[in-house]
Structures are given as C-alpha cells and as structure tokens.
C-alpha cells in the first residue's frame, strides 16, 4: 500500500478486440511515470482508464485501478464525477481543440475548483492568476478575460495546466502535452509542467511518442505496444540499457540515421533557382526575398516553426499562389507564376506531396484510381498498360502489387503515405515538395518513409524540396538545408555547415531546443537572459524579425539597422549583423 | 495576441449584424420586384376583371388610366413600393376596401397562432433534440427518432382530421373550429386554438428536433466535452453550459427555417379549422386575382421570414466569440 497509484490487470476493450491487455504498475508517491508508444499502443487508453473514463465504444473490461486509497473501477457515475478534475486531473494533448471556444479562459480554468467546491468563485480566479503566473505566462492578470482563438498554442498549453493545478490534484496525467507545439516553445512548456507539478508534490503520468521528452520529465517509464507492456523499469535503465527489442527499435527511431546518399555533383545549371521571392495572401506579407537552387537529384531541406512560411513556400513553387516579386526559373526557363499559365508538361516536372494522406487521398477510391490517375492525366495511360504501371509504382515504393485492388481508406497512415508518395512518382517528376511527410507518422513508420525516399533518390535522380519543422528529420535526408523564420530566410547552407558552432541565432535557438536522448538535459539549458528592450529602427530599416527573441543582439545595431548576409567559418550563409552569429567570440 | 482585453460586446458585433440587416433590407427589395412583376406576367389585369367580359375597349382604358394602370410598368412599381414603405399597399377592388384593412383583419390571428405554436415547439423540440444526443443510439434516443420520424412522416391534413376525431368527436374536449369572438377570454382563445396549434406543432416539433440532436452530436465528439467530462462536471451540465452556446448558431438557424413555416405554410390547418389566417387569405386572392392583395401578403411572408433568418444569425453572432471579437 506504499505505492500511491496501482494499476492491476487493467484491460479495455472496444467491442469484441481488446485493445488494451493486462497492464499493470505502480507509481510511488510524487513520482512522474511516462507512459510512451506508438499511435494504437493504448499509452492514452490507459491513462484515462486511471480515472474510470473509456471513449466512446470502448469499456474497461477488467482489472483494478487505485489511486490513494480509492479503487476507482468500482465508482459509480457520481463517485467518478467527485473524482475527476479534482483529486486526478487530466492535460490533454490539444489545448487549443480542448478548451471551449465559446467560453472565457478563466471560466474554463476555474471550473473544475469551483464545480467540486474546493474555493469559491473569487478565491479560485485569484488561484488560478498565482498559477498563471508561476507558469509564465504574459499578463496574468488579464489573460484569463480572453477566448480560446485569441491565444497560441503554447499559451493555451500552459492554461490547461492550470486548470488542472487548481484544485491540488493528488494524481495528473498529462497526454502528449506538448506534441502539438514548436520545439522552441516545448522547452518552456515542459520546464513550466516540471516545475508545477513538483510545486504541487503531485504524482504524475506522461504520455508521450517522444522518447527525449520523456527523459527529461519520467522517473519510470512504461514502453507499450499492442496495448501490451514491452518493458517497464526506471527511467535511466530503459534509456541507457534497454531490455527489450522494441524499446531498442523506437530509441533507434527517435534519432533517425543519415538516409540520404551525397549528394551528386554540382551540375552547372541548377533544376530549380529561385531569386529574390516574395509572396503575400492579399496584402499581409509571408515571404520576403527568398533565393534558393536546387540541383539536379539534390535535396534542399527546409526548416522553420509553424507559421514561417514553409508551405507557402511550397504554394509558390507549385503555381498555387503567384509570387508578388521575384522569379523562379526551373530546368532553365522562367516558370510562371500562376497555374493557369502553365502547361501540363510543367505541371508533370513538380509534384507536391502533402504532410496529411488522410486527407490527400480520396476514401472511396481504390489504391489503383488514385495512381491510375495521374498516369492517364500525364502518360495517356490506360488499361492493361495503366495496370501493370501501378504495379511497377508500388513495387516501387515496397508495397505489394494486391494492394491495387483495395479501398485507400483501409490502409494503415504509413501506407497511405506511400501511395500518396507514389502518386506524385506516377508522374516521373523531376522534383518532388514533401511537405511535413512524416509529421503525421509515428518515429519507426517515419523513419521508414525516409529510408525510402533517400531510395528513390539514388535510383531515379529525384530532386526533393523537403519541408519540416524538426531539425532531426532535415538532417537526415538533406543535402542543404534553409532555416525560415517569419518568412525570411534567416540561414542557408550545407547540411555539415549546421554543425559547427557559427550560425544564425534563430537557428542556434532551433538545434539547442531539441531534447537529448537523457534525463537531466532540460536542467541544463538554463533560461536565456531576456534580451533587452528594443529601441525605435532607423526611417525605413528593416529590421531582423527575429529580434525580439534573439539573447545575441547587439545594441545599437540590431534595433537599427537592415542586418547584411555574411558567409560564416562553417560556409553558411546567415542573415544577421553578427557575421559569426551566435557564438562566443564574435564582437 | 496580448492586445487589448475583450472590447464591449455591442461595439463589435453591431457592424456585423448592421451588415446582415443591410443584405436583409436588399433581398427584400429584390423580392419585391420579382413578386411585383411576376404578378404583372399573369394575364388580364384589374380593369378588365372588374368590367368583365363584356366590356368596351374605351371602358377598360378609362379604368385603366383611372387606376393609373397605362403608366409604365417600374413607374407603377415606384409608386407601389412607396406605398408598401409607409403602410398603403394599395387598394383591394376584390374587397372593396383598403388592403391594409384587409390585412389589419388577419395578420393579427396567423401572428397569434404562430406565436404560440412557437411557444410550444421550441422548448419541446430543444428538449428531445438534448435527450436524444444525449442518450445517443440508447433505447430513448430510438423511440424518440421513431416518433420524430413519423411525425415528419405524416401529412398534417391527417394530424389536424384524426386530433378533431379524437378530441372533438369522441372526447368532445374542443371545438373543431378556431374562430375566437371578439370578446372571448384568454381561455376560450388557448381552447379554441389548441388543435391548430398542436398540428402546426407536431411538423416542425419534429424537424426543429432533429437538427437540434445532429448539431448536439457534431459537438458532442469535440475534444473540449471530453476534457469537460474529465474536468468532474456531470454530463447534463455539459450539455447546458459547454456543448448549447457552440451549437446554439445551427441549432437556430435550423428553428429560423421551421419556424418561418408557422406563418406561410399554416394554410392547411387554417382551411381545416376554419381559422381566419393570412395563408387562406392568400389563397383568396390568388383565385380572386385580387393582385394588391396578393402582393402584399408575398411581402409580408418574405419579411417575416428574413426576420427570423436575422434573429438567428444575430443569435449565432452573439454566441460566437470568434465572430464577435477578433
């Protein structure tokens, strides 16, 4: 009875599959357990299992849940509303779908304390503004007056926090907190959980994909797959000497190998060349003065947070959204700016692949439609000819030739992901766009799809602008990579160019904030000195747009003028007044 | 994102409803010249009904110019819809009187049984729709599409003959005809209407509820009334205080459109009980030819229901933060 959280032959069913099987754990008092798999492990099943709640169509089917000194699976309906939200609290993994849209922040927050009657109205707002502050958030006096929409995700991320703070919940689980946010904000998200949680001497339960983060938050971690137990053990036994073959594949995953073969050599006239690029949706600027090459069978990777226009970038190159300045020139000849203007044999050279193949592939066709399509569209492929073409394309991208037959909406994400690979492929494009292609897929099936486009590469000389937000992934399959940060292009260079310790701030920033495979990572990023305030530019300066966040800038400069491209030891191109940018050493 | 905090609600959502208001305004006018000159497109016109078939061509063309029926035909309708602006739909040569006493007679009777039927409906309808989303594919929730069902299913000329045959002629409860004297109580006006109101209510009861359960079930699967679930607060609070204000907007949209039926579409059960309503009086005057009539109660339709249309959206405006305020 020492241990305050135990979990016992805990099984769920929906309807006849079982879905989670004899799970069992335990977690001593102001312990963190993670609970990490991948999509389909039950790792979320399970946690809301911890407070008697199954989703729609699903129901605990056996085991014991105890929490304290409540057996919370023999509750009723009322015993499990008096529970939930007040001794064990939840922090579900989109706060921005999670909160109400209809509803004020502090309504929301101050809900669960005032609904199980632990503080009235007022001493509950003034709770949840101490919270908000302890959880650095701006303006806490003000923050809760607003709606959902009006904040960012990292704030809203940090909201729920507090709501599920601020009855002093003994137990909280927190689900993929912060899989939604950007990688520089994560860092301030976990280290705000980290810090709250252990203010409160909660005993907590982290679920998550991501290996890293869990190292830098678990005591223990639990690794599941099938909604069965891989391995259980404490946190610095599972990372450093994994037990099981599975743990041993997803830690493999998680820092994926360099796939791509070198890069060819440099041809002299680049596939594609983009110079001087701007691009806006109506009048509200994205892009500003982009110029890139891409050569024949080589890949540029691009990297940026949500919002700094990777995609749009994307849009521009694919004809989709004309450019407000600038040309592209591919192959040698200009392209036009719009679709409309551009032939079918243009068309053919550039496919674009989207991050969702959920989405981007028609439930109701069949695999052989969907790549049929394009084959007759660009090839004038059909009957037999289109058949054996399929077949040829998926042999190509390692599925087997039966699966033509089958409906898309059946097949699992990774692939779905090939087929819509493949249907680009079906074009014989000379470039493809991926973008976020392994965004939506779990490590090892993303992993998976990276192998094969570096395959693809060497065997048919594809070019690839690849579009993602994790620096892991670039590194992996790049041959040069260019960092966007609010629709400027902050660094450009060799892929090796990005390990020295010259670069772009943003992108010092950007590396610095991805978590090492080990506990203790998060304590030593120490907070970064708040830059000082920014003075008045100089009439007409524009300004570096990073500036607000950058700890490098240098006074009197940065505030004022236009910051020039500088070449760095390393060979990368950065755009900023520093010319060695963020490293030590430099005036 | 850390502007200002939430300016004043009206200050916001004001332009936006003056913007629907505006686009109301300019669908009706648009209406009234399709109404106007789709009455112009049917054969013959006032003169000649009133003469008959026996008059003289001078005869006709003296009414004619009497009535100012010669001048051209958008000068006629300049004239008609200023009269429609300040309260003179011209006059009914049908009813030898003026077709605002004409309407003035009957708008009052289709505005009272719309009223309540509204009155009725809207609240049972709310409450099934609730009760079914919420016990969604349970036994409640089938027995309660079953009855909606046939309860859309069924013609309301057999809803309004079997309530007379039962409570008229078997249980001789209520009157089988609606027509209130002057002086009748509060009573005696509820007894009388009883019946039309209940068969006006059993056809949109139905349709209003249905939306009402789809809309709740849409919101029902959104991550925030799970995170409410685990936040301890009971399901039916959910409902009330979570799930209604995102759901409000479709639902009322949905009762706009069913509702905007209690007015127009009464005209079966104002025939069946013999109710004096605006719908019959339509009827009237299309086979009666009694064109100012005819005209003015298309327009009367037409407003009403982009009323309900504005009350609806301004209702959605008001329950959606992310219109009201940016």
């Not at chain 1, 922040?105 to 908000?132: C, S, W, Y």
């Not at chain 1, 980290?194 to 938050?217: C, E, F, I, N, P």
């Not at chain 2, 429609?84 to 007679?105: E, F, K, Q, R, W």
Request: aromatic share 4%.
């Amino acid at each position: 009875m020492n241990n305050h959280v135990e979990v016992r032959g805990l099984c769920v069913k929906a309807g006849t599959t079982t879905i989670v099987e004899d799970v069992g754990f335990s977690i001593p008092r102001g312990e963190v357990l993670a609970l990490i798999g991948e999509s389909g492990s039950g790792k979320t099943t399970i946690a809301m299992a911890l407070m008697g709640y199954a989703r729609l169509g699903c129901r605990i089917a056996g085991g014991s849940v105890r929490v304290g000194d409540t057996d919370v699976l023999s509750l009723d309906e009322d015993g499990l509303a008096a529970l939930r939200g007040d001794r064990v609290s939840y922090i579900a993994q989109s706060a921005a779908a999670s909160f109400n849209p209809s509803r004020r922040i502090m309504d929301q927050v101050v809900e669960p304390a005032v609904n199980h009657g632990r503080l009235d109205r007022k001493a509950a707002e003034a709770k949840a503004v101490t919270l908000f502050r302890s959880l650095a958030l701006p303006n806490p006096e003000s923050i809760g007056e607003r709606y959902p929409h009006q904040l960012s995700g990292g704030q809203l991320q940090r909201l729920m926090a507090a709501m599920a703070l601020i009855t002093g919940p003994e137990l909280v689980i927190l689900d993929e907190p912060t899989t939604a946010l950007d990688v520089t904000t994560q860092i301030e998200v976990l280290r705000a959980f980290k810090q709250a949680v252990r203010d409160q001497g909660a005993t907590a339960v982290y679920v998550s994909h991501d290996l890293a983060v869990v190292a830098q938050m678990a005591d223990a971690i639990v690794v599941l797959n099938k909604g069965r137990i891989r391995e259980n053990g404490a946190a610095a036994q599972v990372l450093e000497r994994p037990a099981d073959e599975y743990t041993r594949t997803l830690m493999a995953a998680a820092r994926p190998e360099r796939a791509a073969v070198d890069a060819p050599k440099a041809t002299a006239a680049p596939l594609l060349e983009i110079k001087g690029l701007n691009a806006a949706y109506g009048t509200t600027p994205i892009l500003r003065d982009i110029n890139l090459t891409i050569a024949r069978g080589a890949t540029l990777g691009v990297i940026g947070e949500s919002g700094s226009g990777k995609s749009t970038l994307a849009r521009v190159i694919a004809g989709m959204l004309p450019p407000s300045a600038g040309s592209i020139r591919f192959d040698g000849a200009g392209l036009p700016p719009s679709l409309s203007m551009r032939s079918r044999e243009q068309f053919r050279r550039i496919q674009l692949v989207f991050q969702n193949a959920d989405t981007a592939l028609n439930p109701a066709h069949c695999v052989g439609e969907i790549i049929g399509r394009p084959l007759a569209f660009y090839h004038g492929l059909k009957g037999a000819a289109a058949t054996r073409r399929v077949a040829e394309l998926l042999d190509l991208i390692k599925l087997p030739a039966s699966l033509a037959e089958r409906p898309c909406g059946g097949l699992s994400g990774g692939q779905k992901q090939r087929i819509n690979l493949a249907r680009a492929l079906a074009a014989k494009p000379d470039l493809i766009m991926c973008d976020e292609v392994t965004s939506a897929l779990d490590t090892v099936v993303g992993a998976a799809i990276l192998d094969l486009l570096a395959d693809l590469k060497r065997e048919l000389g594809l070019a690839y602008l690849f579009i993602s937000h994790d620096i892991g992934t670039v590194r992996a399959i790049a041959d040069d990579i260019m960092v966007l940060y609010a629709g400027t292009q902050v660094e450009t260079g060799r892929r090796q160019g990005y390990h020295g310790v010259a670069r772009h701030p943003y992108t010092d920033l950007l590396i610095g904030s991805v978590p090492e495979l080990r506990p203790g990572w998060l304590e030593e990023q120490g907070d970064r000195p708040a830059p000082p305030a920014i003075g008045q530019p100089k009439d007409g300066a524009d300004l570096c747009r990073f500036l607000p966040r950058c700890s490098w800038r240098v006074g009197g400069t940065c505030e004022e003028f236009t910051p020039p491209r500088h070449r760095t030891p390393g060979g990368n191109i950065i755009l900023c007044h520093r010319p060695e940018g963020a490293s030590e050493g430099a005036s | 994102m850390a502007g200002p905090a939430t300016r004043g609600l009206l200050a916001t959502a004001l332009p936006l409803i003056g913007k629907r208001v505006a686009s109301g305004l300019l669908t009706l006018l648009l209406v009234s010249m399709v109404v106007f000159f789709i009455a112009q497109l049917l054969p013959g016109d006032m003169a000649q009904e009133l003469l008959g078939q026996a008059a003289t061509a001078d005869a006709v063309a003296a009414l004619r110019e009497k009535f100012g029926l010669d001048r051209p035909a958008p000068e006629r309708y300049l004239r008609w819809l200023v009269g429609m602006v300040t309260g003179d739909p011209g006059y009914s040569l049908v009813a030898n009187m003026a077709v605002s006493d004409v309407i003035a007679a009957r708008l009052p009777n289709s505005l009272l049984l719309a009223a309540l039927s509204a009155l009725v409906s809207v609240p049972v309808a709310l409450t099934i729709g609730i009760l079914s989303a919420m016990h969604r594919d349970a036994r409640l929730d089938r027995g309660l599409n079953v009855a909606t069902l046939s309860m859309v299913a069924l013609p309301e000329f057999l809803v309004a003959t079997l309530a007379v045959l039962v409570f008229s002629v078997q249980l001789r409860w209520l009157p089988s005809i609606a027509l209130i004297p002057a002086d009748a109580s509060p009573w005696l006006v509820l007894r009388s209407l009883a019946m039309p109101i209940l068969t006006l209510s059993v056809i949109v009861i139905a349709q209003m509820a249905r939306m009402t359960r789809a809309a709740i079930i849409q919101q029902l699967s959104q991550p925030y009334v799970e995170m409410a679930l685990l936040k301890g607060i009971k399901p039916a609070r959910v409902v009330l205080t979570h799930v209604l204000p995102n759901a409000i907007g479709p639902i009322v949209n949905a009762m706009a459109l069913s509702l905007s039926y209690l007015l127009g579409g009464a005209i079966i059960v104002e025939t069946i009980f013999n109710y004096p309503g605006l719908a019959s009086l339509m009827v009237n005057a299309v086979t009666s030819r009694d064109m100012p009539l005819l005209q003015a109660c298309a327009m009367i339709f037409c407003t009403a229901y982009l009323l309900l249309v504005l009350i609806a959206d301004t209702v959605a405006i008001l329950a959606n933060p992310r219109l009201r305020n940016r």
